[in-house]
């Protein structure tokens, strides 16, 4: 008989091994290094049939910076079974379980990385993140002038304290991208990865943009470019250009931030695909909403929201969001007019506060019902621009 638990480091050895079957992947020492490090970090759910471990998945706590707001969030990750265990419940009782922890817990948020969008819509997640893909021939990278200033390579114990106090200063990563604690740092840029470093120093020596990338002749990698000011973005502009010699092609990726690139380079003859990225989902209403930054209004602003979530019963209900001298209180309420209510599912409220779709499309595509106009002055009082994640796990 299966029973569902959270593991503790003596079960690491087998969560390993399910997560290297599952997902084919060599069982060296550096992986499982890499794979203690996150666990380590992370509450681990496990299903069991007697001793063996047949399905598990992973909920690494993050913070996450929603437009000056800072959010509990939860990184799902290693969702895998043994084949002969797949399609008997497993994951979904684990995920039914690792929800309900996380709602108890005042998390607002969750993120993940699909093997399958339809697939994880069961639980209540949505797409809301985009990646923009760019591959460049060496001879249409842009020619950038040297500005005042200075590009330097260094290692990754020069390289860290920089990249960490850049990267929490961009304005784009803060709507709804990670607060990097410096565990995850490290995980990222450093255990068991091969990357180069590069900083923009301006005249006076204040460090203003970072390079992490990695070359070979056949391709040069932006793995992650960030600037505070424009000298920096064209310094490390002309470091990427300076290998044009060196590789076939220059290719980066990042997230969508909802314009392109390709207009800054003179001859715009590039590969660039749009993809989608990763899916998130509100865990809990009452968390997230209750702190959201809204753009208040003037005097007393009243909206009735219904949320169906059927993998989080908590949320389901009719929600009365009330506005009034700059606060905001937000509690369940037994149904109001049905004319004054806004209905959706947990996906589509997601989408919508997290700033991935308007109201007006979601109306228009029926994944919002009620009155349009409600929809729109409740649309106005949300902060604008798409969400962006630079982060995967």
């Known amino acids: 008989m299966e029973n569902l638990r959270k593991m503790t480091a003596e079960d690491t050895q087998q969560m390993f091994e399910l997560a290297a079957y599952a997902f084919n992947s060599e069982t060296t020492e550096d992986r499982k290094k890499r794979f203690d490090w996150v666990t380590e970090h992370s509450e681990c759910y496990g299903s069991f049939d007697g001793n063996q471990l047949t399905s598990q998945l992973l909920a690494t706590p993050f913070i996450t910076n929603f437009h000056g707001v800072e959010y509990k969030m939860a990184g799902i990750g290693c969702v895998s079974s043994y084949p002969e265990y797949r399609g008997q419940g497993g994951i979904t009782a684990l995920m039914k379980k690792m929800l309900a922890d996380l709602a108890e817990e005042k998390t607002a948020l969750s ?4 093997f ?9 997640y949505e797409q809301i993140f985009e990646q923009i893909e760019y591959t460049i021939e060496p001879r249409n990278w842009p020619n950038i002038r040297a500005v005042a200033g200075s590009v330097q390579r260094v290692d990754w114990s020069q390289a860290k304290a920089t990249i960490q106090s850049i990267y929490s200063q961009v304005a784009e990563v803060q709507r709804g991208g990670l607060k990097r604690e410096e565990w995850w740092q490290e995980y990222k840029f450093a255990l068991g990865k091969e990357h180069r470093f590069a900083i923009y120093k301006n005249e006076e020596g204040q460090a203003e943009g970072y390079l992490v990338y990695q070359t070979n002749v056949e391709r040069f ?105 700059g606060k905001v209180a937000l ?49 106005e009082l949300l902060p604008t621009g798409k969400p962006i994640l630079e982060d995967y796990f």
């Open 111 to 114: 993120y993940l990385a699909p």
């Open 116 to 124: 399958s969008y339809p697939f994880y819509r069961r639980y209540g």
């Open 221 to 325: 990698t932006i793995v992650e470019w960030q600037s505070l000011s424009k000298n920096g973005y064209s310094a490390l502009a002309r470091f990427v250009g300076s290998h044009n010699g060196a590789t076939h092609q220059f290719y980066f990726k990042k997230g969508f931030a909802g314009e392109d690139l390709s207009w800054l380079i003179p001859s715009p003859l590039l590969d660039m695909q749009l993809k989608p990225y990763m899916m998130g989902r509100i865990v809990d209403v009452q968390t997230f909403l209750s702190a959201y930054p809204f753009h208040l209004p003037d005097g007393e602003k009243v909206f009735y929201l219904e949320v169906a979530d059927e993998f989080g019963p908590w949320n389901e209900g009719v929600w009365e969001l009330k506005m009034l001298d």
């Open 331 to 379: 509690s369940k309420t037994e149904t109001p007019d049905e004319e004054a209510v806004l209905k959706a599912s947990i996906q589509t409220w997601t989408q919508l506060f997290m700033g991935y779709r308007s109201g007006e499309t979601l109306h228009f595509h029926q994944q919002i019902f009620g009155k349009e106009e409600q929809l729109q002055e409740l649309a």
